[in-house]
């Protein structure tokens, strides 16, 4: 278990690296929602999936992906 959070961390970082900082949310989303899914049960999952859903919705936020934005959605 704790080989699939260091390669999902590993994996995030080089993102962090070579992005800009508007990817941190979309990171600390992916990380949440891998430990909530492999490490957690119950409620204490259903808070980090909850966070980890706000992570991406902040992250699309930054980068400007909306639906309102586009004439086909």
């Avoid at 959070?5 to 990817?23: G, Y």
Wanted: aromatic content about 14%; glycine content about 8%.
């Amino acid at each position: 278990m704790m080989l699939l959070i260091a390669a999902n961390v590993a994996f995030a970082l080089q993102f962090l690296f070579f992005q800009s900082w508007a990817d941190l949310p979309a990171v600390v989303a992916m990380v949440l929602g891998t430990v909530g899914m492999f490490m957690l049960r119950g409620i204490p999952m259903r808070v980090f999936l909850g966070l980890a859903a706000l992570g991406w919705i902040a992250s699309h936020a930054l980068i400007g992906a909306s639906c309102w934005q586009r004439r086909w959605c």
